[in-house]
């Protein structure tokens, strides 16, 4: 297998990961940005963003269209829709495997992978998906016209949503897991004040129902353990958001709930392993505090490569001798 | 108009053209938004890919939108993009809400006789 040698590996393309990725490549140091969907994480699924300090106001595709052409205009090497197949974070030399057979080293590595949509993980939820269920209010909300629907989840975007998705649904019943919302005041009193919803406390979607489209579902009430089957039209979830690291357990530290353990210079506790965004361990999670970060551990990662001890000759020979570039 | 870098069928005969001049032909139906980007995304890398299929995209919400969306196929279809995959001019597989490129390129696989140009690196 051949070894291909950058000076910086970034796995993850958002706006953490570009801007590293910007940051360095403008350093002079060749750097390769892995991403395993489409370039911008994210950003790609927001419609419209008004906080981007400079541009009043611009769709998430085009924002991360244009950090995507900059970072390869400082010439990052960028590598969308692949599939980390091995990661070896040890040692000087750092190495990643790709799509099982292209092979990557680099002395320093930025995590930047970011954080996704919660799933329900219960039986039905993936063979329906767009048939019924749906995870975008925005994007399939006028199938629902004049329809019954659920909306699951407690937080602010669900009750949003919820409320959002009363200009076209019938009816829009909210199935929350606990007694109480983690919802800020305005969107609890909002969404009570609805008169076309519903509260469901206390309860779980245990199974969606249904043979073309989703037909039904079943809700546990999860004190009583009681289940009900419920027929419905369509079911939103919005449960929350995780970060896209278990792949990582193991290789660096993480905290109980998966979050990429830093310190103020975004060093993980492997030395030349830097990350950056929405995986790490803070609190508040914005493309501007993204792109912060993808600032600080770029400049941390340029200070390790013109600090930190030689890397082996051995190792960076042998993978030269293989390099293919 | 789609923001995409896909050549759009914005027309009836565009489409009707499409379908008869191309064996295999994959059209993404959508809009520009979160479920659908990515689709378009791993259709722009696969166009590089697999050279006998036609890549196609087409605007939900535009005037030729219900060729897609009225489909027998799509009937049952309520998240978007709607994503049809035609084989000498007929439906061999529709797939509903965002894809990965390994559950696209599955498809291409399965459905139609593909020759890949060989991978696009770097
Ligand atoms: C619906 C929505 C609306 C939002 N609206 C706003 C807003 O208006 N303003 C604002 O400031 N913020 C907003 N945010 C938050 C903002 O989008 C995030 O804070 C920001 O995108 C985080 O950037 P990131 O680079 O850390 O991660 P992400 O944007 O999640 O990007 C991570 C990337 O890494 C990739 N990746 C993950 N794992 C791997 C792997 N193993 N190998 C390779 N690649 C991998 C992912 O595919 C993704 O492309 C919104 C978020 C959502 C979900």
Not at chain 1, 118 to 124: A, E, I, S, W
Not at chain 1, 127 to 132: D, P
Not at chain 1, 190 to 210: D, H, L, T, Y
Request: charged share 20%; glycine share 10%; with cysteine.
């Amino acid at each position: 297998m051949d070894t291909n040698i950058f000076d910086a590996i970034v796995i993850g393309a958002g706006p953490a990961g570009l801007t590293a990725g910007m940051y360095l490549a403008r350093a002079k140091a060749r750097t390769l940005i892995l991403n395993d969907g489409t370039a911008g994480g994210q950003m790609v699924l927001t419609h419209e963003i008004a906080n981007y300090p400079g541009v009043e106001s611009i769709s998430g595709y085009q924002l991360a269209t244009i950090m995507r052409n900059q970072a390869k205009h400082f010439g990052c090497t960028i590598r969308t829709n692949v599939k980390i197949t091995e990661l070896d974070l040890d040692g000087e030399m750092k190495s990643v495997e790709v799509n099982g057979k292209d092979r990557y080293g680099a002395r320093t590595i930025i995590l930047a992978p970011g954080g996704r949509s919660r799933t329900l993980g219960v039986p039905g939820e993936d063979r329906l998906k767009g048939k019924g269920i749906s995870y975008c209010a925005t994007c399939d909300g006028d199938f629902f016209q004049d329809k019954d629907i659920i909306v699951v989840g407690g937080g602010n975007s669900a009750l949003e949503e919820a409320v959002s998705l009363t200009k076209y649904a019938r009816s829009v019943t909210i199935v929350h897991q606990f007694d109480h919302f983690q919802a800020f005041p305005h969107a609890i009193e909002e969404a009570q004040a609805n008169p076309k919803i519903r509260f469901v406390m206390e309860s779980r979607i245990a199974e969606f129902i249904g043979d073309e489209a989703l037909e039904r579902v079943r809700i546990e009430h999860i004190p009583t353990q009681q289940l009900t089957e419920t027929p419905i039209d369509g079911v939103f979830v919005f449960i929350g958001y995780m970060p896209n690291t278990e792949s990582l357990r193991g290789k660096v530290a993480l905290t109980d709930s998966g979050e990429i353990v830093v310190s103020s210079l975004l060093e993980t506790n492997v030395p030349g392993v830097f990350a950056a965004g929405d995986a790490t361990t803070k609190r508040f999670r914005q493309i501007t505090t993204a792109v912060a970060d993808g600032t600080v551990s770029a400049l941390a990662a340029m200070e390790y490569l013109r600090t930190a001890a030689a890397p082996d000759a051995r190792t960076v020979i042998a993978a030269q001798e293989e390099m293919v570039v | 108009m789609l923001q995409t870098n896909l050549k759009h069928i914005t027309t009836e005969q565009e489409f009707r053209d499409t379908l008869k001049n191309n064996e295999q032909v994959m059209v993404c139906c959508g809009r520009m938004g979160p479920m659908c980007i990515p689709v378009y995304g791993v259709m722009e890398e696969l166009e590089g890919e697999y050279g006998n299929v036609a890549f196609r995209d087409m605007e939900f919400d535009g005037p030729i939108g219900h060729l897609i969306r009225t489909l027998p196929e799509c009937s049952s279809f309520r998240g978007l993009p709607f994503t049809v995959y035609f084989k000498n001019g007929k439906v061999v597989k529709a797939t509903s809400s965002i894809q990965t490129r390994d559950q696209v390129t599955g498809i291409l696989d399965q459905h139609f006789s593909v020759k890949q140009h060989g991978h696009k690196h770097l």
